[in-house]
């Protein structure tokens, strides 16, 4: 009987294990969507994730050095409506790092995600981040 409890605790134990792994890939996922090979993972203040892409080699150059030297920085641009966890990204060809902004566009991942019509009518913004992976 002390046999079969054991096999049972361990196979729940596997089990809750392998839905919590697969649970965190899909919000990864989501939260990373992309279309291209070339991009970036940024992280705010709150932990929260967005995948970054843009096709001005200047703007890739800056976040591979980001990446390297972990600074944190605003990174933006032109909202638009996107199929991801958030349901927005910067537009590619508009991304912009700056160390200061205006503070009117300065938001987080999560807060631009509960009012996107809000941001994308604003025209710009902004997300206090670091550069936590590249790809």
């Known amino acids: 009987m002390k046999q079969k409890l054991r096999i049972a605790v361990f196979v729940l134990a596997i089990t809750s294990v392998a839905i919590w792994l697969v649970w965190n890939h899909m919000e990864y996922s989501s939260a990373t969507k992309h279309d291209t090979d ?16 843009t096709t001005n080699d200047t703007v890739w150059n800056q976040l591979v050095q980001l990446h390297q ?6 990174i933006g641009g032109v909202v638009e409506r996107y199929d ?3 349901g927005f990204r910067f537009d590619p060809d508009t991304i912009i790092i700056a ?4 503070e009117g566009a ?16 604003f025209g710009i913004a902004y997300i206090g981040s670091t550069v936590i992976e590249i790809h």
Request: charged share 20%.
């Open 84 to 86: 991801s966890k958030w």
């Open 99 to 102: 160390q200061y902004t205006i």
């Open 38 to 53: 070339r991009w970036a993972v940024i992280q705010d203040v709150d932990g929260s994730m967005l995948a970054i892409e």
């Open 106 to 121: 300065q938001t987080t991942i999560r807060f631009l995600s509960e009012d996107i019509e809000y941001w994308i009518n």
């Open 69 to 74: 030297n972990g600074t944190e920085m605003w």
